[in-house]
């Protein structure tokens, strides 16, 4: 379903409103300059993005700024926080536009949305039952166990992120390469237009065990043309 509106985006949507009959995706794509300008600035503002998150988690976990009190830290540059994460999250989903059904059967990409919604869901819990009574801490240099477990998932869940982004670009685990079964499944590769290629099939063995020796040489065809005949004294009569 997901991958049939991919591909369509991908391959077919725009074809008719675009010079040489690239869909609007792969425009983007072949752009000049727009997808290196929304890369950088996808980079840029992740930078400032961690850069922030990392100084109130170096403070939740009472290594950092400890003679600020957490609210005057955060508070400070919540906004930053903020601006820079509308930033990544819209030119992430543009850059997606750019190959959306490669992106979606990319593992790294996958993982990557995971990790995404845990490191969300996370701040979401930080706000909800963390900061309930963030008022009888908030000047304490170390700050309870549960405002520090939260920030060491944050910056465990961010730079994880951070790490699978920077991965998406490596064709290591493409479809349609031999590879593992659970790989193949986890990207959806047999839906995908590259399709599945199981690394067992290929292999006859069970995955992660070394290949075969190469297959011995073609035996040379039966009637292969007769060596040069040895020269043979005429019969005598
Ligand atoms: C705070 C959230 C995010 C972080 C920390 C993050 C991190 C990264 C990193 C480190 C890169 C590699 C940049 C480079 O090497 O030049 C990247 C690239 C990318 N990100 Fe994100 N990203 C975030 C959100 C998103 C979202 C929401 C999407 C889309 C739904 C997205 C889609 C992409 C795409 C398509 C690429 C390009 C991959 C490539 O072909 O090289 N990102 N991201």
Redesign the pocket.
Known sequence: MLHDLFHWMQNEWGVEHTVYGRSFSQALLESLNAWGLL??T??LM?ML??GTILMVDLRLLGVAFKEQPVSVISNKILKLTVFS?VV??V???V??F??PEE?WHNIW?RT??VL?AV?IINVAVFHKLVQKNQAEWDSAPKPPSKARISAIISIAS?VA??????L??YNWFECGKPQPAWVNSAQGCAISSKGAMDMDAVTGTAAGVDLPPETPAETPPAEAPAAEAPATQPEAK
């Not at 992120?161 to 920077?166: E, F, K, M, Q």
């Open positions: 890369e950088g996808h980079l992740l993005f961690f994460m990544v999250m030119t992430g989903v850059l997606f750019s190959k992106y990409f990557k949305l995404l490191a961010w992120v951070i790490g699978c982004g920077r998406i670009a």
